[in-house]
């Protein structure tokens, strides 16, 4: 499984992890995602998605059809 969130398009990140000797060494920074169901009332339909937290807080906030809407427009959700 790829780790990019569907909602907010978060995706693994590089950088370094640094000793106390100052040594760096590159590591990955990867989001927090989980794979969580949404009850869409309007297609009376369940729908997957691979979501980070800030995603989950984002479909609270504006709820999942407007999310699924803004993440179809900026390509981060295919289908």
């Known amino acids: 499984m790829s780790k990019v969130c569907q909602i907010t398009g978060k995706h693994v990140i590089t950088g370094n992890s640094v000793s106390h000797s100052n040594h760096k ?22 729908v997957s998605l691979r979501v980070s937290a800030s995603g989950m807080r984002t479909i609270s906030k504006i709820g999942i059809q407007e999310a699924l809407k803004r993440a179809k427009a900026k390509g981060f959700l295919s289908a």
């Open 25 to 46: 060494t590159k590591r990955t920074f990867a989001p927090n995602l989980q794979d969580r169901r949404y009850y869409i009332p309007e297609e009376k339909k369940w």
